[in-house]
């Protein structure tokens, strides 16, 4: 069987360093920590000023992936607030060591309480990979959403009992899973936090084909030309009532890096403006 090593986990992406920097300097950083609703401590920061922008990273990553993307630079210079968290389990999020602490919609209740405690009340919410899976979530969640965009995702998230998920789950957990070896060893020279990691694929929600068939909000599917790792976006997109469904170039792990999806996030958000 092929490696699958890195399917749903992040996108590969190159900013120029000097880019960075001038935004860095353009776009004061306001950053802190959410105490949760379960006393979880959610690191995010927000830069820019406008209509608020959620992004959620992909799996094994955290906020600081979207910072390589162009989508970043080009939300700020289109004059987005643009708010970028760690996930709990994640970068400089707590990753708690309790099981539970990642059941019943934990991320998507923490996004709804940090978006309170930034006193925002109607924003648009970006997700690639499992970031899409949690913004699935928000949607039928949080009515203050008003547009979404969903990256690199299809219909397989829909399974609760969805193979691939119970496979990340049982490799992380410690299972022989060969196809998974490169993942597991990647999470242990990274130092990234394995438990946390494998209670996040334990824990991680299914939304189901009929909840998202009274989603009313505007819906970008967005999926590169070469990803077909989580299903199908087409059937993703024929399942929200309220959908566009657009193709950018790439696999799973680089179509999130191209200025193509870039283009594609902004002109549909522009698009619906509220």
Request: glycine share 6%.
């Amino acid at each position: 069987m092929r490696s699958i090593f890195f399917i749903s986990c992040f996108f590969i992406v190159a900013v120029s360093t000097a880019q960075t920097d001038s935004l860095i300097l353009k776009f004061p950083k306001d950053s802190g920590y959410l105490s949760s609703f379960d006393g979880t401590k959610i690191y995010y920061e927000v830069r820019g000023k406008g209509k608020p922008v959620l992004l959620l990273h992909g799996f094994i990553v955290n906020g600081n992936s979207w910072k390589k993307a162009a989508l970043y630079p080009d939300l700020l210079n289109a004059g987005y607030k643009v708010i970028i968290p760690d996930m709990r389990g994640n970068g400089k999020s707590d990753k708690p060591h309790d099981s539970t602490a990642y059941d019943n919609d934990a991320e998507a209740k923490d996004m709804i309480q940090l978006m309170a405690l930034l006193k925002v009340k109607k924003y648009s919410v970006v997700g690639y990979s499992r970031g899409s899976i949690i913004t699935a979530r928000l949607l039928v969640l949080d009515k203050n959403i008003q547009t979404a965009v969903m990256g690199g995702m299809g219909t397989d998230f829909t399974n609760p009992f969805w193979p691939r998920r119970i496979m990340f789950y049982r490799a992380l957990m410690g299972d022989s899973i060969p196809e998974l070896k490169a993942m597991v060893a990647y999470v242990q020279q990274q130092n990234l936090d394995q438990l946390a990691l494998a209670y996040l694929q334990r824990s991680q929600p299914a939304t189901s084909k009929e909840a998202l068939g009274k989603i009313t909000q505007p819906v970008l599917v967005i999926s590169g030309s070469e990803d077909a790792d989580n299903g199908s976006a087409a059937k993703l997109a024929k399942l929200l009532p309220n959908s566009t469904l657009a193709t950018v170039p790439g696999d799973h792990n680089h179509a999130a890096a191209t200025s193509e999806f870039s283009n594609a996030v902004i002109h549909f958000l522009q698009q619906h403006q509220y």
